[in-house]
């Protein structure tokens, strides 16, 4: 294995060993699974009816769950077994056994060339590792005219400490995470890859609780701290646009989200 390779897989290890520690609690995140925000994609998506689409890191299959009861053809695709044997026991509990789950990785995707409608990913390429290369894997299995959706959460534009500032303690609470892009750094990356951006939003915002949300991923107690007083000692700006509240001992804060809509010319 040369150098290249081993760099390429330590960030996937990081991943695999999160969320095969974590898959149950992902099963059951409200944040994952809430029915309002996956129908608000749906519609943004605006895909003919019955295509077939990827979901690209699916995790425990929600949004693939969501494309599957809009009457399109779903596979779902994630880098973590566990993750995966999550998924399909959803999709049984919900009568989607039409949905076939891919283990594999989003930067290599495994499909022919121009093969598929449409491939989505949600709240997910802040932990890749090469988001351009995901991009121009997307681009190659798509059919021309297919489209690509993605939503994830993002750093505001043209705001380095408040970028930084996100990211670090994404960090601290998750090691696997990568980086929160920009609206503006998803529209060059995509347009970059090959693809025309129809659509960038930027107004969506996930709401979490310090508490739950270091329970889903499992933070250690040890690091906890460090991560509250990020939160509590944050500039007055970082709190007034991440919507940091202290109530008592809980933190309540706003993630900003991004969504995007691109498609194969």
Known sequence: MNSEQEKDR????????????????????????????LADLVQFASLP?????????????FTAFAFAEAGHSVMGLDLTSAM?????????????????????????LPFAESSLDAVTCRL?????????????????VLKKGGAVIITDTASPDDSPHMSEWFNRVEVIRDPSHNLNYSPVQWREIAEGA?????N???????????SKWVETSGTPQERL???????????????????IEEQGEEINFAWPVVRMKAVKP
């Open 124 to 140: 997910s390429p802040h932990h890749f590792s090469d988001v351009p290369r995901f991009l121009a894997e997307v681009r190659r």
């Open 49 to 61: 009816a019955g295509v077939s689409v990827l979901d690209v890191a699916t995790g425990t299959g």
């Open 84 to 108: 995966l044997l999550q998924a399909r026991k959803l999709a049984g509990e919900r009568g989607l056994e039409s949905i076939r789950f891919v283990l594999g990785r989003a930067e290599v």
């Open 225 to 243: 701290e460090e991560l509250r007083n990020g939160f509590t000692r944050a500039p007055d700006d970082v709190k007034s646009f991440f919507a």
């Open 10 to 37: 330590t960030p996937r290890r990081s991943v695999v060993d999160q969320y095969t520690r974590q898959a149950g609690k992902y099963a059951r995140s409200s944040v994952h699974s809430d029915a309002r925000n």
């Open 200 to 210: 960038v939003d930027y107004s969506q915002r996930l709401s979490h609780s310090f």
């Open 194 to 198: 090959g693809l025309q951006v129809m």
